[in-house]
């Protein structure tokens, strides 16, 4: 080139071009950087053997029915008193799977899960438009499983949150009826290997051991707790199965008379001259290595023709369950199952789902779900900024995204009253709903002059600094309540 031919401002304009091109891709190493971080369990989780949790006197029932397993079951009820012991197989027994969280190696693949990506191929990232250093992080989609080896972390995190709200939303509420609760405590429940080994394999057994613990601690001096199943417990290079119970709870265990009364079994309190600064870390960390257990159903108790016609009229199963958005656009097409058409139903899939039951993470007490009851939900418009200089964040459609578009969202707060309390509360509600709308108050407001009320915005937990509008969007709530849905899930709460 001569330097005649030289063109210092296309010169200019490339470097500028150049540099742009290296930030945008800083900024996407950032935002998958943060996207993927994850507790340091989560690798032990996922990498390390883990002992199989078949026990084998059961497996021996499997292949042995028919044998009387008188003996076998005798040494079940030593240390257990209250759980019924059948003597003998039952004609279906209810055998359970348990398996780590992330272990469903193929669930990604199946669900779609993983980073979202633009038309150009590049990852859709969220970020602060002042600095990326302050926030950038990349959009993932996710299924909501603690099966899923990319979802677990997020979902043992947000199981965290949820635990959180439900233990506190308990000691709010009594604090305002005048009754103090304490501080929550974290105990771990191990019954005898040889007891807990064999009723953990069947789900009636199962489910008595767990009624028994969960009675128990209430007897001895816990009033609101929820319960995590540990089948297993990190050795060195493995995970050894060795059942045991974590328990966070309300109250002052009598653990003496809890031993005298349950011989053999251990109780101890774990770090019990220190605080639990984060209930949802807490919860979070447990959860990440929790048992998940499938158990059998018998095909006999099933009305099948009942759950096929609840396919074609939702809600005869499941009430409140609707036609979704999919049926309506199937319907249009002249197909699916809003017009009787069932063809593109995965049988096998459907058939696997109903013959099979997971157990779930048990509120007892005071927080059981039973016990505490959603009178309203508060509902706020809202758009994400960044925390640390107040910027709005935006989201960018990969590196070529040099605009980005605003994260806006809708966040809804249920307002929560205990169950004996529901009637009273919903009658003086109802009878001052007009008076609240005439003086622009809402029901987060009724909330707080309530002393048998509370939203949990009021459960003193940090709190986003993202702007609240004064009303809707100008699309229609379903267009961001849906996208929530498929980003987040059914809870359109605790979004940011």
Same mark, same amino acid.
């Given at each position: 080139?001569?330097?005649?031919?030289?063109?210092?401002?296309?010169?200019?304009?490339?470097?500028?071009?150049?540099?742009?091109?290296?930030?945008?891709?800083?900024?996407?190493?950032?935002?998958?950087?943060?996207?993927?971080?994850?507790?340091?369990?989560?690798?032990?989780?996922?990498?390390?053997?883990?002992?199989?949790?078949?026990?084998?006197?059961?497996?021996?029932?499997?292949?042995?029915?028919?044998?009387?397993?008188?003996?076998?079951?005798?040494?079940?009820?030593?240390?257990?008193?209250?759980?019924?012991?059948?003597?003998?197989?039952?004609?279906?027994?209810?055998?359970?799977?348990?398996?780590?969280?992330?272990?469903? +190696?193929?669930?990604?693949?199946?669900?779609?899960?993983? !980073?979202?990506? *633009?038309?150009?191929?590049?990852?859709?990232?969220?970020?602060?438009?002042?600095?990326?250093?302050?926030?950038?992080?990349?959009?993932?989609? @996710?299924?909501?499983?603690?099966?899923?080896?990319?979802?677990?972390?997020?979902?043992?995190?947000?199981?965290?949150?949820?635990?959180?709200?439900?233990?506190? *939303?308990?000691?709010?509420?009594?604090?305002?009826?005048?009754?103090?609760? $304490?501080?929550?405590?974290?105990?771990?429940?191990?019954?005898?290997?040889?007891?807990?080994?064999?009723?953990?394999?069947?789900?009636?057994?199962?489910?008595?051991?767990?009624?028994?613990?969960?009675?128990?601690?209430?007897? /001895?001096?816990?009033?609101?707790?929820?319960?995590? !199943?540990?089948?297993?417990?990190?050795?060195?290079?493995?995970?050894?199965?060795?059942?045991?119970?974590?328990?966070?709870?309300?109250?002052?265990?009598?653990?003496?008379? /809890?031993?005298?009364?349950?011989?053999?079994?251990?109780?101890?309190?774990?770090?019990?001259?220190?605080?639990?600064?984060?209930? #949802? @870390?807490?919860?979070?960390?447990?959860?990440?290595?929790? $048992?998940?257990?499938?158990?059998?159903?018998?095909?006999?108790?099933?009305?099948?023709?009942?759950?096929?016609?609840?396919?074609?009229?939702?809600? +005869?199963?499941?009430?409140?369950?609707?036609?979704?958005?999919?049926?309506?656009?199937?319907?249009?097409?002249?197909?699916?199952?809003?017009? $009787?058409?069932?063809?593109?139903?995965?049988?096998?899939?459907?058939?696997?789902? *109903?013959?099979?039951?997971?157990?779930?993470?048990? =509120?007892?007490?005071?927080?059981?779900?039973?016990?505490? #009851?959603?009178?309203?939900?508060?509902?706020? =418009?809202?758009?994400?900024?960044?925390?640390?200089?107040?910027?709005?964040?935006?989201?960018?459609?990969?590196?070529?995204?040099? &605009?980005?578009?605003?994260?806006?969202?809708?966040?809804?707060?249920?307002?929560? &009253? %205990?169950?004996?309390?529901?009637?009273?509360?919903?009658?003086? %509600?109802?009878?001052?709903?007009?008076?609240?709308?005439?003086? @622009?108050?809402?029901?987060?407001? !009724?909330?707080?002059?309530?002393?048998?009320?509370?939203?949990?915005?009021?459960?003193?937990?940090?709190?986003?600094?993202?702007?609240?509008?004064?009303?809707? !969007?100008?699309?229609?709530?379903?267009?961001?309540?849906?996208?929530?849905?498929?980003?987040?899930?059914?809870?359109?709460?605790?979004?940011?």
């Amino acid at each position: 080139m001569q330097i005649e031919d030289y063109d210092i401002r296309l010169e200019d304009r490339r470097l500028r071009a150049f540099q742009r091109d290296l930030e945008m891709k800083e900024r996407q190493g950032l935002a998958v950087q943060a996207a993927l971080a994850e507790h340091s369990v989560t690798s032990y989780v996922r990498n390390l053997p883990v002992e199989d949790s078949t026990y084998p006197a059961i497996e021996y029932l499997r292949l042995h029915p028919q044998d009387d397993v008188t003996g076998t079951q005798e040494g079940v009820q030593e240390g257990l008193s209250g759980i019924p012991v059948q003597k003998g197989p039952e004609p279906y027994r209810q055998y359970i799977s348990w398996c780590m969280p992330a272990h469903d +190696l193929t669930r990604p693949d199946r669900k779609g899960c993983g !980073f979202i990506r *633009s038309s150009a191929g590049g990852i859709v990232y969220s970020a602060c438009p002042e600095d990326p250093e302050h926030h950038c992080k990349g959009k993932r989609r @996710h299924c909501w499983s603690l099966r899923c080896p990319k979802c677990m972390n997020d979902t043992a995190l947000k199981r965290g949150v949820q635990i959180e709200k439900q233990l506190l *939303s308990y000691k709010v509420l009594s604090e305002k009826k005048g009754i103090g609760v $304490g501080d929550i405590g974290h105990w771990v429940v191990s019954p005898p290997q040889d007891l807990v080994k064999r009723l953990c394999q069947t789900k009636p057994e199962f489910d008595d051991l767990c009624k028994h613990i969960d009675d128990s601690m209430v007897a /001895f001096g816990a009033t609101a707790g929820v319960t995590i !199943f540990h089948p297993w417990r990190q050795k060195e290079s493995d995970w050894e199965f060795s059942p045991h119970f974590h328990i966070l709870c309300y109250g002052r265990i009598d653990t003496t008379e /809890f031993r005298r009364q349950n011989p053999g079994w251990l109780i101890k309190k774990v770090h019990s001259r220190e605080k639990i600064r984060s209930i #949802r @870390h807490t919860a979070a960390y447990l959860t990440t290595h929790m $048992g998940l257990g499938m158990a059998e159903k018998d095909p006999d108790d099933i009305d099948w023709d009942l759950k096929v016609l609840d396919m074609l009229v939702p809600g +005869l199963l499941s009430p409140g369950a609707d036609y979704t958005e999919k049926d309506y656009n199937e319907k249009g097409e002249g197909k699916g199952r809003m017009l $009787g058409d069932l063809s593109g139903i995965d049988w096998e899939q459907w058939t696997m789902k *109903s013959l099979s039951v997971e157990f779930k993470i048990r =509120y007892w007490g005071g927080a059981s779900k039973r016990n505490i #009851r959603t009178l309203g939900v508060y509902r706020q =418009y809202k758009i994400r900024v960044c925390r640390h200089c107040h910027t709005i964040l935006r989201t960018y459609d990969g590196i070529h995204d040099c &605009v980005g578009t605003y994260i806006r969202y809708i966040r809804d707060d249920p307002v929560v &009253v %205990f169950a004996e309390d529901f009637e009273l509360v919903n009658a003086v %509600f109802q009878s001052f709903k007009s008076r609240l709308r005439e003086e @622009h108050l809402t029901i987060v407001d !009724f909330s707080r002059m309530c002393p048998l009320a509370l939203c949990t915005l009021d459960l003193g937990l940090p709190m986003d600094e993202d702007l609240v509008m004064t009303g809707p !969007f100008e699309e229609p709530d379903e267009y961001f309540l849906r996208r929530q849905r498929e980003a987040f899930g059914r809870e359109t709460e605790a979004i940011a």
